[in-house]
């Protein structure tokens, strides 16, 4: 079952993050822009409310809460209510598909990759963006998951878990990015995004689906 509950009863606390950790958000965001293919048509699986597909100019999005998705569409995004492992789209869609903290909530995540592969048109990109499992965020989210209302159920990825993965399921070409080298609390600024992986606890990976 999606891990969604959460997300349903109290999308406003979860969207609060947001507003509290602006410039981490925006240092975010810069990451995943840097990776984004252009031009071509892009979906987003597991949208939310569009924080990311809105100003990456993303117009279609996958979302299995209802009041996320319902806030998602007020904010321009085309939803349709679904989760990533059966996704309701035809083959060889979109040019690229987008997922961004949500690896971590997906029940299968091999499962939800082969159908991204499945809706991508050659050469079509799958863009990962998730916390390091092995970074120092990642680690205080893992050891504080029981506490967390939204992680208490997710599954934390390093980098060569995600790298394993898109090798297990057809993708290759990879490239990288990061962000977040400061904790949350000490983010003074907008943080530049940087090539690669292993100093900064916010990863971007973006992979090329293999013929």
């Not at 993050?17 to 699986?45: C, K, N, T």
């Not at 991508?120 to 916390?131: D, E, K, M, Q, S």
């Not at 390093?158 to 990879?174: A, R």
């Amino acid at each position: 079952m999606p891990r969604t509950r959460p997300f349903e009863t109290h999308p406003d606390r979860y969207e609060s993050w947001f507003d509290r950790h602006w410039l981490a958000y925006q240092s975010e965001l810069m990451a995943v822009r840097m990776l984004v293919p252009s031009p071509g048509e892009g979906i987003e699986i597991g949208a939310g409310t569009g924080r990311f597909a809105a100003p990456l100019g993303v117009r279609f999005g996958i979302e299995p809460a209802l009041p996320m998705a319902r806030t998602a569409k007020d904010n321009g995004i085309d939803v349709l209510c679904g989760v990533g492992e059966k996704l309701p789209l035809r083959n060889e869609r979109f040019d690229y598909v987008l997922l961004v903290t949500t690896l971590c909530f997906l029940d299968d995540p091999e499962r939800a990759l082969l159908e991204i592969r499945r809706i991508l048109r050659p050469p079509g990109r799958v863009v990962l963006g998730f916390v390091d499992k092995d970074s120092a965020l990642g680690k205080r989210y893992f050891e504080n998951k029981a506490e967390s209302l939204f992680y208490r159920e997710a599954e934390f990825y390093s980098v060569q878990d995600v790298l394993t993965l898109l090798d297990q399921t057809g993708f290759g070409s990879i490239a990288t990015a990061q962000t977040l080298f400061s904790p949350l609390g000490e983010i003074t600024r907008i943080e530049t995004a940087r090539s690669g992986y292993g100093e900064g606890s916010f990863v971007v990976v973006r992979a090329e689906k293999i013929p």
